[in-house]
């Protein structure tokens, strides 16, 4: 049996086996990753208050920087930058009375699972200050079905876990979404016949 995982962002990644018990507590994890919160309430709650720039594009003007520019169309994204940007000026007030509560709130709130058990890991600080991360999970088990002299009957089982993981609360936009619904399972069951010869 072998287990791996494989934790990245960008040009950052950290690969390791692990144990049987780190895999299940990898996908009780990613099972109960947290969410991004959604269009209203990041737009009255500067969400993200870990660094200076992210709070600042959730304090200013977060549903025109975090919506409006993601929109392919060129026409849909002119008509929703506009219409975002009087919506952001009009809840401007709102997000200024309640961005030193929320400030606070982040200062309180426990680290996501996942960033502890990074810390524990020792991987490189650069992966555990992103604000979310790409968690690849691999496990090959193999039974054995049949066997005599000559050869062995074997069936191996692949299973592989792609999911992203927010390390803090996001508001949501491309590329930060909470894990499940974009949790891929991909399992490939073969059968191989390997001689023991």
């Known amino acids: 049996m072998s287990n791996t995982v494989s934790i990245y962002r960008n040009s950052l990644i950290w690969n390791s086996e692990i144990s049987e018990n780190d895999y299940d507590y ?24 870990c660094n ?87 496990k090959m088990t193999t039974e054995e079905l049949i066997s005599s002299e000559s050869s062995t009957l074997v069936e191996q089982k692949d299973t592989k876990t792609n999911a992203t993981v927010n390390l803090i ?3 949501y936009f491309e590329g930060a979404i909470k894990a499940i619904p974009r949790n891929v399972v991909k399992e490939v069951e073969t059968i191989l016949k390997v001689n023991n010869k």
């Not at 996908?27 to 993200?48: C, H, Q, T, W, Y």
């Not at 720039?53 to 506009?82: C, E, G, H, Q, Y």
């Open 26 to 49: 990898l996908m009780k994890i990613l099972s109960n990753s947290s969410e991004g919160i959604d269009f209203f309430k990041a737009a009255i709650i500067p969400v993200r208050t």
């Open 52 to 138: 200076f720039p992210s709070f600042l594009k959730d304090f200013i003007s977060p549903t025109l920087i975090n919506r409006a520019f993601i929109i392919k169309a060129i026409a849909l994204r002119w008509l929703a930058v506009i219409g975002s940007f009087f919506y952001d000026l009009l809840t401007l007030p709102i997000r200024l009375i309640t961005c030193v509560p929320r400030v606070i709130t982040n200062l309180l709130k426990p680290d996501h699972p996942l960033k502890d058990y990074l810390i524990k890991k020792k991987v490189h600080p650069d992966l555990i200050k992103q604000e979310y991360v790409n968690v690849e999970l691999y």
């Open 169 to 171: 609360e996001m508001p």
